[in-house]
Nanobody, 122 residues
Framework: QVQLVESGGGLVQAGGSLRLSCAASGRTFSSYAMGWFRQAPGKEREFAAAISRSGYSTNYADSVKGRFTISRDNAKNTVYLQMNSLKPEDTAVYYC???????????????WGQGTQVTVSS
């Protein structure tokens, strides 16, 4: 089992940047593929980015490709989401996710963080 705690959300102007962090408990962090999902008001939760257990492989939703970068530090049990060129439509609660393999479907995720709010003003 793994517990996830996100941080780094906040209010930013369009075009700005934020870096989200997700700290994981336990000594088996490197056994989990990690991901970031987001949920905007009135919308379903959607995939944003994922990274393999080793960190060598990454996946991105088309909507964030080229603007967001996911990375991980297995020594610190932490995964990051660097978000650049933010747009108002990026406004959402961002959730950290963990599973034994890379997943891009919210219903398939086994472990979730509590979420962190990101608000992008125009």
């Amino acid at each position: 089992q793994v517990q996830l705690v996100e941080s780094g959300g906040g209010l930013v102007q369009a075009g700005g940047s934020l870096r989200l962090s997700c700290a994981a408990s336990g000594r088996t962090f490197s056994s989990y593929a990690m991901g970031w999902f987001r949920q905007a008001p009135g919308k379903e939760r959607e995939f944003a980015a994922a990274i393999s257990r080793s960190g060598y492989s990454t996946n991105y939703a088309d909507s964030v490709k080229g603007r967001f970068t996911i990375s991980r530090d297995n020594a610190k049990n932490t995964v990051y989401l660097q978000m650049n060129s933010l747009k108002p439509e990026d406004t959402a609660v961002y959730y950290c996710a963990a599973d034994r393999v890379v997943v891009t479907t919210p219903s398939a995720v086994n472990y979730w963080g509590q979420g962190t709010q990101v608000t992008v003003s125009s």
